[in-house]
């Protein structure tokens, strides 16, 4: 539970419950919907700019890229269901939007370098691209109550279903500058 004098629906809140139960926010909140889909997609992407490269130019970076965004996009999906509620809402979006590629990025780098990986600059611009686009549909989605996990969660298949339109409601808003 939040601290007593910060509101659990606070973005302040939901930091100090973050920060004081990681166990809980990350490993027993890991958000495995949020893990398939990223590892999914970052494949996806890390593979169509890689190619041009063939053979064991491009596997290590691919399956260094595929295996940190399952281990990752898990912890990353439980924390931006975390603030999935917090308000005021665009600081919660801003914050997700701001410190969660930050870290995310700079562990990535790591593993890519660890594993040496070619063409690193390309995955880390294609990776940061896609974490900006892929964050503000996945907080939108997380607020719409897509793609979380535990006790409110419903099945995969019925978040897949509703997306699209979920996807609209996102756009519409963001045309509306809300």
Known sequence: MPNPSQSPDTVGGV???VLAHPW???VERWNWK???LSAMFRGIAFTLPMSHLT???????MWIEIGFRIAIGGFWGSLLQAFRTARPAWLAGLSMVV?????AH???????????ATHITTAMIVSIVVSIVSLVINFGLMRRGLLITGIHAEPLLWDLQRIPGALLDIFRSFSRGV
Not at 55 to 61: F, R
Not at 99 to 103: A, E
Not at 106 to 113: G, I, N
């Open 15 to 17: 930091v100090l419950y």
């Open 99 to 103: 410190l969660l590629p930050v870290g």
């Open 34 to 36: 949020a893990a398939l």
């Open 24 to 26: 809980q926010t990350f």
């Open 106 to 116: 700079l562990l990535e780098f790591a593993a890519l370098k660890a594993g040496h």
């Open 55 to 61: 053979g064991s130019d491009a596997a290590p970076g």
